[in-house]
């Protein structure tokens, strides 16, 4: 997925990274720091601990949470944040890279996932990507599931595909800001007051956007999206 704006342009940006590995949480926030610069790392080695940070009101553009954490299942971790903070991105870490890990991760409302056994490359890659405000999913996952947006892929054209703009799939600027906001994990209910859009609107624009991706559920968009290489905008259009 091309970055086709530099991140020193951008707003600098908050990380909490919750991991329980000290020597994993130095390396993580030295690849931060190189690709965002100007963004702030704050950690937690707990679940307790980044619940405790966030209760205090502290700004957080982006969690970055470990799954393998001593006081909590990733899982319920994952759900306890995403309910805390539903309208802060959560993007998973993990040792463990097999498929159905990864799925239930984004199925939970993961903005991404990011193997930690990677190469360095790739991880740096992928922080990148997530600075940036995009997903990451591993390729392996798109490959693995034996579905492609085929639909979607096809429809671009060739003229523009290159841009990855959501709207050369035909979606229009609200869908598109559906779509940012589904890839945020943001269930519908939260789509309509951040939009300020009613409930069976917001359902009109979601059919919408997963059929303009050829996907069947907001998983399959979320990996329609990394694959398609789709850049959004951070508000709406």
């Not at 091309?2 to 707003?11: E, F, T, V, W, Y």
């Not at 700004?59 to 802060?88: H, N």
């Not at 239930?104 to 790739?122: E, M, S, W, Y």
């Not at 639909?151 to 841009?163: E, G, K, L, Y």
Request: net charge positive.
């Amino acid at each position: 997925m091309h970055l086709s704006n530099s991140l020193m342009h951008r707003p600098a940006k908050r990380f909490l990274l919750v991991d329980d590995h000290p020597i994993m949480s130095d390396a993580l926030r030295y690849t931060l720091e190189t690709v965002a610069p100007e963004s702030k790392v704050e950690f937690a080695a707990s679940y307790g601990e980044a619940r405790r940070l966030l209760a205090e009101g502290n700004r957080v553009d982006c969690i970055l949470l470990d799954l393998g954490l001593p006081d909590s299942d990733g899982y319920d971790a994952l759900q306890g944040l995403r309910l805390l903070r539903p309208d802060t991105p959560v993007v998973v870490l993990s040792a463990d890279s097999e498929r159905n890990t990864i799925m239930r991760c984004l199925n939970l409302g993961a903005q991404g996932f990011i193997p930690k056994t990677v190469h360095h490359d790739v991880l740096r890659y992928a922080l990148q990507m997530v600075a940036a405000g995009h997903m990451y999913v591993p390729k392996e996952v798109v490959t693995d599931t034996g579905w492609t947006p085929a639909n979607a892929i096809s429809r671009v054209q060739p003229a523009r595909a290159t841009s990855r703009d959501p709207r050369s799939l035909g979606l229009t600027g609200r869908q598109c800001d559906v779509l940012r906001l589904i890839l945020r994990g943001l269930p519908n209910k939260l789509i309509c007051r951040e939009l300020d859009l009613a409930e069976g609107t917001v359902k009109i624009h979601v059919s919408a956007v997963l059929r303009a991706l050829g996907a069947r559920n907001r998983t399959q968009a979320v990996i329609a999206a990394n694959q398609l290489g789709l850049k959004l905008a951070t508000e709406p259009v």
